[in-house]
């Protein structure tokens, strides 16, 4: 589908006429129409003022590839190599993946898009993903070392974010065994690795991140667990997501760069000290089968530590959540 080029006139939320429009951008009052008929395709609330025009109530903060490479720090920005922003997609990270398979080089290839229609989480389930008001992210690396190179990796991922989160002040924020952040026991977001290539050789890795900034409670409810959002979160006083974005690269490419050489283990302690169920009684899922027991942080692999009557036995990530026992 065609970029609306309407969307970034309307996004300042003043009124704007139909006329004022056209002539802006050199099109027919009828274009303009059908633009305004696609922005409500992609779930955009624009309200007819009669008589004066069109506006987005509240306005939009509109992702821009620029913004985002300009607020990186130099040696995150010599580590991108491409950011890639959509206004609409399936999920950032099929995007990704499909980029992969000509071949060229994945490291630093970075997508974000203003939403996902077939966003995907964990589990098979589908991830929340409205217009213009979340982080949908998705970065690719490569590891020559096969899959064994990535065990933690998902874990570091989330410490990194939380890090961002920190450095602009935006918490206090856990993290759950093996992908979930949150705060005060709330979904804020979550993470999915997924892989191309030679699971035993050379493994291209899609790195997703989905992180809620700004969600109206009308499209949250169609998350089956507790959730929550920055705004809520910060007050309302959330950094526009182009901000989010280069602070959470900033982060993210120097954690990508060092983990083929370092593994998990540089990441474990601060791990632990997010952990929002250390040492809690717990039930953990893995298909059909349930495990009871008593939570024990991680190891130098990221597996859960599972304590129970037969002594602590280790837990590696895939198709298993975690929940506390009451
Ligand atoms: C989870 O279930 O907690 C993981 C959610 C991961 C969502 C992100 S949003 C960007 C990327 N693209 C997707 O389709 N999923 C991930």
New binding site residues.
């Given amino acids: 589908m065609p970029k609306t080029t309407l969307l970034p006139r309307l996004a300042d939320g003043q009124i704007h006429s139909g006329q004022e429009l056209a002539d802006v951008m050199g099109i027919s009052r009828t274009a303009v129409w059908k633009q305004l008929n696609r922005l409500a395709e992609l779930g955009i609330e624009v309200e007819s003022v009669k008589g004066q025009g069109y506006r987005v109530p509240g306005g939009l903060d509109l992702l821009d590839a620029n913004r985002v490479r300009e607020q990186l720090k130099p040696a995150s920005s010599n580590l991108l190599r491409e950011v890639r922003v959509l206004e609409s997609v399936d999920?950032?990270?099929?995007e990704v993946l499909r980029q992969l398979v000509d071949g060229s080089d994945p490291r630093g290839l970075v997508c974000t898009a203003e939403r996902?229609t077939?966003?995907?989480?964990?589990?098979g389930?589908q991830?929340v993903?409205p217009f213009a008001r979340n982080i949908?992210?998705?970065l690719a690396w490569d590891f020559s070392e096969g899959a064994s190179a990535l065990e933690g990796l998902s874990l570091a991922i989330g410490v990194a974010a939380v890090r961002a989160l920190k450095e602009l002040n935006l918490g206090p924020v856990s993290l759950k065994w093996p992908?979930?952040i949150l705060v005060e026991g709330a979904?804020l977001?979550?993470?999915?690795l997924e892989m191309s290539g030679d699971a035993a050789g050379q493994i291209q890795v899609v790195i997703?991140?989905?992180l809620n900034v700004s969600m109206s409670a009308a499209t949250g409810s169609a998350i089956d667990q507790s959730w929550t959002d920055l705004d809520r979160v910060s007050g309302g006083r959330t950094p526009p997501r182009n901000h989010l974005l280069a602070a959470l690269l900033d982060e993210l490419l120097p954690l990508l760069q060092n983990f083929d050489r370092e593994g998990f283990s540089p990441w474990r302690d601060e791990w632990r000290a997010l952990d929002a169920l250390a040492d809690a009684q717990v039930l953990l899922h893995s298909g059909p089968d349930q495990f009871a027991g008593i939570a024990r942080g991680v190891d130098d692999r990221g597996a859960l530590l599972l304590e129970t009557a037969s002594g602590i036995r280790p837990v590696f990530g895939g198709e298993v959540s975690l929940r506390p026992a009451s």
Avoid: C, E, F
């Fill in positions: 999920s950032t990270n099929a996902q077939a966003g995907r989480g964990r589990r389930r991830w993903s949908y992210l998705s992908n979930d979904k977001g979550g993470v999915l997703g991140l989905g």
